[in-house]
Structure formats: structure tokens, C-alpha cells
């Protein structure tokens, strides 16, 4: 971990794109909330196969015009080149330099993955066809992809994506920091010299956080499970366990060198700001 102690610590918060206007307005409230913490950037996420494309864009250019930096997440499986390439245009000349780069997931029904397999092939895409213009952020898997066969097979994946010319590494949300450190000193290992934030969930609702960490292969560690399962349908608690948990892992995530957070708040301010303060920051 001293290597990453070596970055700039960089802070930053996840939207998903509302598609109604009361969304939108509920996500500039939050926006403006969540910005008087002063994060490097918000990052917006893109649905399966660029279904979100231009609610993406439209949240986006909405984040600037308010004053804040935004990164627009971009998938490409299910895409042609042409398609990846018009987007990336169309952020271009908008004044967006940051991206996040994904795989991303194929549209249900669909059964061809386009012309890009791995994310990879979309890094090396990007800068194929934009050179420097982009900082790109790629995604990280401590608790590994549920699609890899292997351990190893993941890291290599990974490694794909650094020397494509990824600049930076978001992980998935996690409950065990020490998966986090071991994923670091692996990659350490094998020579990827990059910025790996650790990505943060603060836990609201258990039905909810489970259905999201069965689908991503993100493990919510059985005596937490059990606590949240066991506080039933008392919201209060759940908010209040969930901040303690979420809270003391970032503490120690951050006092061991780990190199900013990324928060998914799924549109929500309260809990990350709470979080934000009992961590001093």
C-alpha cells in the first residue's frame, strides 16, 4: 500500500441519470448538497448497451453548467465502433476530459456483445482515436469479477486495462477492507503503478443492498448480513449500523494509505455526508 500513500487523494461521488424531470431536479438538490464537500469530480452512470446514453449526457452537461466536474461513465459491450466513437465525439466537444470506462452489461434480449469483447478494447480504443484528451478511470474488482474463472484470470483483466493507458482504477463497493489491500498488493506485484480508489456503498436499505451485491459479486460479509437481516423493517437501525460499518472501514481504508473514495450515493445525499463528517474530512 506505500505506493498508493504517493497519490493525491482524490474524493468523488456517483450519480445514476434520472429520467424524469422531478429526478432531475432531486439530483441538482443533491448535486449542490454533496458539492459543498468539494469532491474532485461526480461521476454518471450508463446503462446496458448506451441505453442511458442521453440522459447521460443531459446530467452531465447539467453537472457542468452548474459548476461542477463531471465524468461520464461509457460501456461498450453491444456497441460498434462507430457508435462508441460518435459518443465520445459528442463529449469531446462539450469540454468533457474524463471518463470512466467500462465492459458494462449486454441489453437483456440481446445476444450479440458489438464489435468490443473487454473493456480493455476500449481503452486502447479511446486513445487509439483521442490520444491524451480523456483521463480514464477503469473499474476494479477486489472481491474479483463474478464472471472470472479465476483469481488470476481478474488480475490479468485488470492489467489489460492499465497498459491500454488506463490513469486510474474506481473498485466495486466492498464491506472488507482487507480484501482491498491484498487486491493493491497484488496488483503492486505485478508492476501497475495507478491510483486504485476504493469505491464506498453506505448501506440504507438491506432488500436493496442485497439485490445489488448478489447481481455484482459483491460479498456483504455474513455477520453483517445477519445483523442487518435481523433488524427487520426498523430503517433507523439499519441507517445506524450501516454508518458505523461503512464509517470505521473508511477510516481505516484512508489510514492505510488508500488514495481517495468514490461513493455510490444512488442519488441520495444524507448518508455520504454523514459519513464525510464523521470521517473529519
Same mark, same amino acid.
Given at each position: ?18 429520467? +424524469? ?38 446530467? !452531465?452537461?447539467?453537472?457542468? #453548467?452548474? @459548476? ?8 461498450? &459491450? @453491444? ?6 466513437? #460518435? ?26 456483445? @458489438?464489435?468490443?469483447h473487454y473493456a480493455n478494447e476500449l481503452v486502447a480504443f479511446i486513445r487509439e482515436e483521442f490520444g491524451g484528451h480523456f483521463f480514464i478511470e477503469v473499474a476494479a474488482y477486489p472481491e474479483y469479477h463474478p464472471q472470472s474463472r479465476s483469481a488470476q484470470e ?7 486495462? &492499465? ?21 493493491? #498488493? ?7 503503478? !495507478?491510483? !486504485? ?16 451485491? %448478489?447481481?455484482? =459479486? ?15 423493517? %426498523? ?8 454508518? %458505523? &460499518?461503512? +464509517? ?16 455510490? +450515493? ?13 470521517? =473529519?474530512?
Amino acid at each position: 500500500m506505500e505506493s498508493q500513500k504517493k497519490y493525491t487523494r482524490c474524493f468523488s461521488f456517483e450519480f445514476f441519470p434520472p429520467n +424524469t424531470g422531478e429526478g432531475a431536479e432531486k439530483l441538482a438538490q443533491t448535486a449542490k448538497q454533496l458539492a459543498q464537500l468539494k469532491p474532485e469530480f461526480f461521476s454518471v452512470t450508463y446503462g446496458a448497451g448506451g441505453s442511458t446514453r442521453e440522459r447521460t449526457l443531459k446530467a !452531465v452537461l447539467d453537472l457542468c #453548467e452548474a @459548476g461542477h466536474a463531471a465524468a461520464p461513465h461509457i460501456s461498450c &459491450i @453491444g456497441s460498434s465502433r462507430s457508435s462508441v466513437r #460518435e459518443t465520445l465525439q459528442e463529449y469531446k466537444n462539450h469540454g468533457i476530459r474524463h471518463l470512466v470506462a467500462l465492459r458494462g452489461d449486454l441489453p437483456s434480449g440481446t445476444a450479440t456483445s @458489438g464489435e468490443f469483447h473487454y473493456a480493455n478494447e476500449l481503452v486502447a480504443f479511446i486513445r487509439e482515436e483521442f490520444g491524451g484528451h480523456f483521463f480514464i478511470e477503469v473499474a476494479a474488482y477486489p472481491e474479483y469479477h463474478p464472471q472470472s474463472r479465476s483469481a488470476q484470470e481478474d488480475l490479468n483483466a485488470f492489467r489489460r486495462k &492499465i497498459e491500454a493507458g488506463a490513469d486510474s482504477a474506481i473498485t466495486q463497493y466492498f464491506f472488507n477492507s482487507d480484501c482491498y489491500f491484498h487486491f493493491v #498488493e497484488e496488483c503492486e506485484a505485478m508492476g501497475l503503478r !495507478v491510483p !486504485v480508489v476504493p469505491g464506498i456503498m453506505p448501506i440504507g436499505r438491506f432488500s436493496q443492498l442485497a439485490r445489488f451485491s %448478489d447481481s455484482c =459479486g459483491a460479498e456483504i460479509p455474513r455477520w453483517i448480513r445477519k445483523k442487518l437481516e435481523g433488524y427487520g423493517d %426498523d430503517t433507523a437501525s439499519i441507517r445506524a449500523f450501516g454508518l %458505523d &460499518i461503512v +464509517t470505521d472501514m473508511c477510516d481505516r481504508l484512508l489510514a492505510n494509505g488508500a488514495p481517495g473514495l468514490h461513493f455510490y +450515493t444512488l442519488n441520495q445525499a444524507g448518508l455520504t455526508t454523514t459519513i464525510w463528517q464523521r470521517l =473529519g474530512l
